[in-house]
């Protein structure tokens, strides 16, 4: 069947298609078929963006954490053979005493070094005399131990100095046990960093997943949406 020239042809039935390399009618020899817009999918480019940021978040927070675990280590209240450690400002075998130089308005922590497992020392063993004064002796502000090589030694008590002098720490607990002063204020630091790293750990395990989640989300939708 003819038909004049550049009057349509007929139309090709329903589910008809040309045979590979055969020229679409209409079609003129030579030009490329238009493909229709790509669709746009802003909402993916969002999910992908903020997936990746809330990633760097936790990658910084993790940073932070291991910068503040190296630091709050160790304490160094006892060494490996139960002696007293390098934080020591002063220290005796109970029952007995020891003497230090303090400061005004300083905080002090008296230790008991002992094997695990025995009963630990409490405020009342404790008497602190500065300048031929008694001084209160409260229980520690920080309950916090410390074991190495089989000594641990537990936080029993606190005093702050009242002025800059001396003090005389007495301890009356069973014979044999070991006591250490220590400088409270910095014991509490390394709680608080101690604490500060378990946040911070947990903040970036879930901001890792929130970010992923994010991430691969906006990743699969614009996949998705290309191939429609």
């Known amino acids: 069947m003819t038909t004049p020239q550049g009057m349509p042809g007929p139309v090709p ?12 009618p209409g079609q003129v020899p030579g030009q490329v078929p238009v493909q229709g817009p790509r669709r746009r999918t802003p909402g993916a480019t969002a999910l992908i963006v903020i997936g990746a940021c809330v990633l760097v978040g936790a990658m910084v927070a993790g940073v932070v954490a291991a ?26 075998t109970a029952p007995g005493d020891a003497t ?11 230790w008991s070094a002992r094997n695990p497992g025995t009963q630990a020392s409490t405020p009342d063993d404790v008497t602190v005399v500065c300048d031929g004064a008694p001084v209160a002796v409260t229980g520690p502000s920080v309950s916090g ?3 190495t090589s089989g000594t641990s030694a537990y936080a029993a008590a606190e005093f702050v100095a009242p002025s800059d002098g001396t003090c005389t720490v ?10 250490v002063v220590a400088d409270a204020d910095s014991f509490g630091a ?26 691969v989300g906006g990743i699969i939708w614009k996949v998705v949406a290309r191939s429609r």
């Open 67 to 92: 910068v503040l675990f190296v630091r709050v280590l160790p304490t160094d209240i006892v060494t490996s053979d139960g002696h007293p450690g390098s934080a020591s400002l002063a220290s005796g």
């Open 190 to 215: 390394f709680f608080g960093g101690v604490a500060a790293t378990v946040l911070l750990t947990f903040a970036a395990i879930g901001l890792g997943l929130v970010g992923a989640g994010l991430l």
């Open 145 to 147: 131990s410390v074991t």
């Open 13 to 24: 039935p329903y589910g008809w298609a040309p045979p590979p390399g055969a020229q679409v």
């Open 100 to 110: 230090l130089g303090v400061d005004a308005g300083e905080r002090y922590a008296v």
């Open 170 to 179: 007495t301890v009356t607990e069973p014979l044999g046990r070991t006591f």
